[in-house]
């Protein structure tokens, strides 16, 4: 888990450490974005890999992609060596644009390797965040009532994801688009599934306590 930081100015409680891997930006910023009350439960960076599900699949249809745009290139040219004494084809330069972005798509295994090192899950007992780090940094945090969807997809070594909210959308042409959202590329995923279903048990029988509370004072 690595040695324990800070976790803000007053070095509030843990039960656990934030990764000493993170770098000092983010472990600022997973300061910063725990409330004063807040507990840290579990935190970790996601193992980093050049070919995670999302990025295999992005590779794949790059590959054809860029396949297609430069066989179109080349058929623009007539299948020949420009030659720039007659003038630039710009019937073919149409295609560049495409070629281009079939480049920036076959490097998205790189860009998933490095953005590793600038994600950090935690899961403290109020909720599950993630910051997944990119051009730019998206944190998003599930509260209990977000999470009744907990499950896990598990390697040999015990390595996977543990994924407890998905994202759901329909593009303009009406096909249906879907995202796993959770702890992906996590070392030990049985553990940190049974620990976040506790938390949320944990909070579930909080609720029902203050429920019976509340109706026993309106019963007197």
């Known amino acids: 888990m690595g040695a324990q930081l800070p976790l803000n100015r007053n070095e509030r409680c843990s039960r656990a450490a934030i990764p000493d891997t993170v770098s000092p930006w983010l472990a600022e910023l997973v300061r910063e974005e725990l409330l004063p009350d807040e507990t840290i439960l579990w935190a970790e960076t996601p193992k980093p890999q050049f070919f995670t599900g999302t990025s295999t699949a992005t590779f794949g249809f790059a590959v054809v992609w860029t ?3 430069l066989f179109w290139v080349a058929s623009a040219l007539g299948f020949q060596v420009p030659n720039f004494d007659r003038g630039v084809d710009f019937f073919a330069l149409f295609g560049v644009p495409f ?84 702890y992906l590329g996590i070392a030990d995923v049985k553990s940190v599934e049974q620990l976040l279903k506790q938390m949320v048990e944990s909070h579930r029988r909080q609720a029902e306590r203050k429920m019976t509370t509340r109706r026993s004072r309106e019963d007197e």
């Not at 944190?139 to 996977?160: C, M, N, W």
């Open 67 to 69: 396949a297609f745009s």
């Open 99 to 182: 070629v281009l972005i079939g480049f920036a798509l076959l490097a998205t295994p790189i860009w998933t390797y490095r953005n590793a090192f600038k994600t950090v899950y935690l899961l403290t007992d109020q909720r599950a965040i993630t910051f997944v780090g990119g051009f730019r940094m998206t944190i998003r945090s599930f509260h209990p009532r977000e999470l009744r969807t907990v499950y896990r997809k598990q390697s040999a070594d015990g390595s996977g994801d543990v994924i407890f909210n998905a994202k759901r959308w329909t593009d303009s042409e009406g096909t249906s688009h879907s995202e796993e959202i959770g």
